[in-house]
């Protein structure tokens, strides 16, 4: 463990991150607001041996990391929300073969072109499949530079224990926001990752095929159960932080930097009086459901805020559903936050029982 | 009297019945590639990028290491697979609709930047696995199932030329479009995949082989009209020959 901590924005702690976790595979291409990403690991991957390639798009760039997924090789992509919908065919394919890679979307504002500034509206796309078919991605959701940092690290180590694409979903304010950071020791370069399955050339074994292509009667549907089971045990990686949640009568359930705003307001009303809590979820899939619903069974109510008009909080509500509900309050993107923004809906909400 | 094999499949040659259509020549073009792997050696350290379409199916017949791409976008996925192994040989297989229609962005880029792998790209001028719809490729006055009355310059445009227009980049080190009509032009067809492979081998940039191909069952011809439907109509339109040889111009 370093010890020395680094003063860098949350998009310069992904790119650190990656590059101590071993990641020796850039591909992306430019998009506001995470051109630090690129720009960092434009000259830091070079140099310590590795691969940058700025692609001619997002398509592309999703598909380069394909194909170093496939080699078994540490390998990431990093953009934003309306790159990332571009990207979403390859995303599809990797977890149809059962690939490993690091997709980041640093959230902007939607629909279309929308803004550059801060948005929650990809949590739908994030969390419920984004491409065609059906299938999953681990979802990671940094509320700080540091959780930039240990999320993007420990990303990779997932991506290859599950074979799947894992997905930070970061947002405008926690890539641009500037924070110290302690750096963990770099990780070597582990040559047996993916051993009994990457392509390497076939050498004196019998060759390897990575499809997700599957015409036979019942193959696709047994790749489609064996799937659902693997997405079924990332429930193992469920994480959330609670804060002030034992005794609260009103848990505010926020994640990313809404969760962090909303600590900020939880702690003002604490101080004047109000029980109130915030349940911040780090893993968006699997979403921290049993420990919703065992908050939900000693009486709690809910509050879910979002900067978006209203994605989370279904989420929220399947974990509760028949013990209690969530009332929502939506931050609409196009506006930047702040914890003042957040006093009025938790009253209301508190006084609403 | 005693009989002697004189000719032989290349052991990176599956030995099972192929499920192409009578005619087609995919398995021919396969064969071809098979060989020039074994020639070089190269089939320990091969990994194929096979696309979609007819061509995805490559990975049945030429066994070495295969990872398959979404439609159009082989040269990616392959420029991943060599940046992540760059020991590796890279050759990506794909068909007319695949690159130069969805991929166009992708072999274009591919090649310009001199990506050290090979592109097998296999122009029979129309979607086969689809069920014979119009393709970049597909010649004016074509019957396919979406321009039903042939192929019209005026509202789709004429036929792309992808060897002459990859010629253009920078990154290409060898360029060629060849036919598999005869075995003279399959004989010129292996010389341009062993030369297009030697320039990765060499680390001399990109590789691209067009090969003009039959699809009886799409075109509605038999097998021997296919094949000189290619001689007839296709090379007049799709001549063939080296649009470059980085070695040639040195």
């Not at chain 1, 598909?63 to 995303?91: D, K």
């Not at chain 1, 959330?240 to 909303?262: C, N, P, Q």
């Not at chain 1, 939880?266 to 899939?285: D, N, S």
Request: with cysteine; hydrophobic share 40%.
């Amino acid at each position: 463990m370093s010890a020395k901590r680094i003063f860098i924005k949350g998009n310069e702690a992904i790119a650190q991150g990656a590059l101590d976790a071993g990641c020796r595979c850039y591909f992306g291409y430019p998009i506001t607001p995470q051109n630090d990403i690129p720009e960092k690991l434009s000259s830091a991957m070079p140099a310590i041996g590795g691969e940058f390639v700025q692609a001619e798009s997002e398509v592309a760039s999703a598909n380069m990391l394909l194909g170093a997924a496939a080699c078994g090789v540490r390998a990431m992509t990093t953009s934003s929300s309306p790159g990332v919908s571009l990207m979403q065919e390859a995303i599809s394919y990797m977890a149809g073969s059962e690939l490993p890679g690091v997709i980041v979307n640093m959230n902007r504002g939607g629909p279309g072109l929308g803004d550059i500034g801060s948005s929650q509206g990809d949590y739908y796309q994030s969390v419920k499949g984004g491409g065609h078919g059906d299938y999953r991605t681990l979802v990671l959701a940094p509320a700080s530079c540091q959780e930039c940092y240990d999320l993007t690290f420990e990303a990779f180590d997932l991506a290859f224990k599950y074979r799947n694409p894992v997905l930070i979903l970061g947002d405008a304010i926690v890539g641009q926001m500037k924070e110290p950071v302690a750096p963990r020791a770099p990780l070597p370069i582990d040559p047996e990752a993916g051993a009994d399955w990457k392509l390497t050339g076939r050498g004196q074994r019998a060759p390897r095929i990575l499809k997700s292509l599957f015409l036979d009667d019942g193959a696709l549907a047994g790749q489609n159960l064996h799937l659902q089971q693997k997405y079924q045990s990332m429930q193992a990686e469920v994480r959330y932080e609670a804060f002030e949640t034992a005794d609260a009568e009103l848990i505010v359930v926020a994640f990313g930097s809404i969760g962090r705003i909303a600590k900020s307001t939880v702690r003002t009303l604490r101080a004047k009086g109000l029980k109130v809590g915030l349940f911040r979820p780090i893993t968006l899939f699997p979403f921290p459901e049993a420990e919703l619903r065992a908050l939900a069974g000693q009486g709690k109510r809910f509050l879910t805020i979002e900067h978006n008009l209203g994605q989370m909080v279904d989420d929220v509500r399947l974990a509760v559903r028949g013990i209690a509900d969530s009332d929502f309050f939506g931050f609409l993107p196009g506006n930047m936050p702040t914890p003042e923004d957040f006093d009025a809906p938790i009253r209301a909400a508190v006084k609403g029982a | 009297m005693q009989e002697q094999l004189v000719f032989d499949r290349p052991d990176v040659l599956a030995d099972v019945p192929t499920h192409y259509c009578p005619g087609c020549q995919h398995g021919v073009i396969h064969r071809i590639v098979a060989e020039c792997l074994e020639e070089f050696g190269l089939v320990e350290k091969t990994i194929a990028v096979s696309a979609i379409g007819c061509s995805v199916f490559i990975y049945n017949y030429v066994l070495v290491d295969t990872v398959e791409a979404p439609h159009g976008r082989a040269p990616a996925v392959a420029t991943g697979v060599k940046r992540a192994r760059k020991d590796a040989f890279v050759f990506a297989y794909q068909g007319d609709g695949d690159l130069a229609s969805i991929g166009l962005a992708e072999i274009m880029h591919a090649a310009n930047r001199g990506e050290r792998i090979s592109v097998i790209f296999v122009n029979n001028t129309v979607y086969g696995m689809t069920g014979g719809q119009m393709a970049p490729t597909t010649m004016i006055g074509q019957k396919t199932t979406t321009c039903p009355g042939g192929r019209c310059l005026e509202r789709e445009g004429g036929p792309m030329h992808m060897a002459e227009i990859i010629a253009t980049l920078g990154g290409v080190a060898y360029c060629a479009r060849t036919a598999v009509n005869n075995m003279k032009n399959m004989a010129q067809t292996k010389r341009a995949i062993r030369r297009a492979f030697e320039t990765q081998l060499n680390d001399e940039g990109f590789g691209f082989v067009e090969i003009l191909a039959t699809c009886p069952t799409n075109w509605k011809l038999s097998p021997v009209a296919s094949n000189e439907r290619i001689g007839k109509e296709m090379i007049p339109e799709f001549p063939l020959g080296v649009f470059k040889d980085a070695a040639k111009e040195e």
